[in-house]
């Protein structure tokens, strides 16, 4: 039996195109840059403005942002890894409250007010965003997370792993990984070594589909695909194929600046 860990998901077994803005006056999420070479992503409910990874110079994160970082209430950081957190200490030096795990403050050498370490499935609030992070496997302490607001609206934030043990209910918007496809992954990395360390880090489109199929897609508005691989995915094909499966409208990462 599944474990039901609380506000709507459980535990289960492990198993170039488009524009990222939304199109109804609801929950809103952009991609300003998604991939090896920086991840910057915003949720914005129209009250309570966040990032959700920095992985770029804070002035490229605020040319991005049009200048107006002053708007957001703070940055949820998955993990350490410099293309999600090049921006980090700069935006807490600029005034930005940071969000992460105590692993990922000490891999960063953070400190200050502007710090808040976070529990993995304890819930705390953000301006009128309810956030729950939760773990997830990579080669360094890594976290999803899930968004709900005051409307009852919820999003889930998941990257840089091979899987999700979680499903989720009544989500309006899915920002989820898409590294790889398997085939393209075995014609397009010769080397075994690269191939392996991509299999256990990273998520594959094969891997999505199934947990897309097992999770409650009935009130899902918007599936963006993030972190698609350079030299091993295809951004029309990963887009086709998932809209097919889910009948759901599916953006590609990175295409809101």
Not at 141 to 166: H, M, Q, W
Not at 167 to 187: C, G, H, T, V, W
Not at 203 to 215: I, Q, Y
């Amino acid at each position: 039996m599944n474990q039901v860990i609380a506000d709507g998901y459980q535990r289960v077994n492990k198993a170039k195109t488009g524009d990222n803005k939304a199109n109804y006056n609801m929950i809103a999420f952009k991609s300003y840059a998604s991939g090896s070479s920086g991840n910057l992503n915003t949720l914005s409910d129209g009250e309570t403005s966040l990032m959700l990874d920095c992985g770029l110079p804070w002035k490229q994160v605020q040319k991005a942002l049009s200048f107006k970082t002053s708007e957001y209430s703070a940055i949820c950081l998955s993990h350490s890894h410099g293309d999600h957190s090049a921006g980090i200490s700069e935006a807490a030096k600029a005034g930005q409250d940071i969000y992460l795990l105590p692993e990922t403050r000490e891999a960063l050498g953070l400190s200050g007010h502007r710090i808040h370490e976070i529990d993995l499935l304890q819930q705390f609030r953000i301006g009128t965003f309810s956030v729950k992070a939760f773990p997830l496997k990579h080669d360094v302490p890594n976290c999803g997370f899930l968004f709900a607001n005051s409307k009852g609206e919820r999003a889930v934030y998941i990257t840089d792993t091979p899987y999700c043990p979680y499903r989720f209910n009544n989500l309006q918007i899915i920002m989820i990984e898409a590294n790889y496809s398997l085939p393209l992954l075995k014609d397009n990395t010769p080397s075994s070594e690269l191939r392996q360390s991509i299999l256990q880090d990273h998520m594959s489109l094969e891997t999505l589909v199934g947990m897309l199929r097992a999770n409650d897609l009935s009130k899902v508005e918007e599936i963006h695909l993030l972190h698609l691989s350079d030299n091993n995915s295809d951004a029309d094909m990963f887009k086709r194929k998932v809209q097919e499966i889910t009948g759901k409208p599916v953006y590609i990462g990175g295409n809101s600046g």
